[in-house]
């Protein structure tokens, strides 16, 4: 942080301190970034101020100032929140810029289809998100081949290798290890190592068995208000993109007003 501060101080970037702040975060998401590289293979995601889910051109804008910051294209994910917005925002970076994106926030098969649509390198499910919410609205348990966040990934996967999409899907945000072995054999998967465990995993995702499968091809990526509207009959979803959105946007705002302390300071 301070070593941001201070290359912030040395080129007299903006000219009032919410500009100032704005340049410091930028600068901050992509130091962050470049350490991290420096000690992990692949890539890294960095994320776009959740303020700007509801607004295509920001995302973009926001999107090619981190790449210009310093981050090599080839190993950096822009995550984005896969909102109509968002996933427009992603289509432009990767197919104009060559900007490789993160959808996250995903809760449904609507935003997954529009995601693949639009090109996304790779999409972030959240597994438990879901779980969550289903046990809150149902006031009961579920068994890991129940999960309704278990459920939603299998769907997903299954829907992009019938379709041959080339998406990366990512379950992410899991609660238990029985989330977890249900769902190996998805492309990633955000979990711990696994160096204390010897137990053999059964593979229950297979991109081969699922071209197969009886599924209808859907299309939304030109057609808002069906995307909208059948995003909208899914109540799950609708309230946890909400959530996530507004928690986000709340640590965004905690992290500016630390940092215009410090650039007043």
């Known amino acids: 942080m301070s070593s ?25 998401l992509v130091e962050f970034g470049k350490k991290i590289l420096e000690i992990i293979p692949g890539k890294v995601s960095t994320e776009v101020d959740a303020r700007l889910s509801f607004d295509t051109q920001a995302s973009i804008d ?3 100032h981190i ?7 080839d190993r950096v994910l822009i995550k984005i929140a896969s909102t109509w917005e968002g996933i427009k925002a992603a289509q432009v970076l990767q197919r104009d810029h060559g900007i490789n994106c993160n959808l996250t ?7 997954a289809i529009a995601a693949a649509e639009a090109g996304a390198y790779l999409i972030s499910p959240f597994v438990g998100r879901i779980l969550d919410w289903y046990k809150a609205a149902h006031k009961r ?5 129940e999960d309704p966040g278990v459920k939603s990934v299998q769907n997903i996967f299954n829907y992009y290798k019938k379709h041959g999409y080339n998406t990366i899907v990512m379950g992410a945000s899991f609660r238990n ?9 998805c492309d990633y998967l955000t979990i711990s190592d696994l160096y204390n465990s010897t137990a053999a995993v059964p593979k229950k995702l297979d991109a081969a068995s699922a071209t197969g499968l009886d599924i209808p091809k859907k299309t939304y990526i030109n057609d ?24 986000f946007a709340a640590d965004a705002v905690t992290l500016k007003d630390i940092l215009k302390q410090k650039v007043q300071a």
């Open 177 to 185: 290890t029985g989330e977890i072995t249900e769902l190996a054999g």
């Open 224 to 247: 808002e208000a069906l995307f909208r509207f059948e995003f909208n009959e899914e109540a799950m979803a609708v309230e946890k993109l909400r959530e996530g959105i507004s928690k």
């Open 67 to 73: 790449i210009k910051n310093g981050i090599s294209k």
């Open 62 to 64: 926001k999107a090619l």
């Open 141 to 145: 348990d579920y068994t890991a081949q």
């Open 105 to 111: 926030l995903m809760f449904s098969t609507v935003q």
């Open 4 to 28: 941001s501060l201070e290359q912030l101080k040395a080129t007299g970037t903006g000219s009032n301190v919410d500009e100032k702040v704005d340049a410091t975060l930028d600068r901050l």
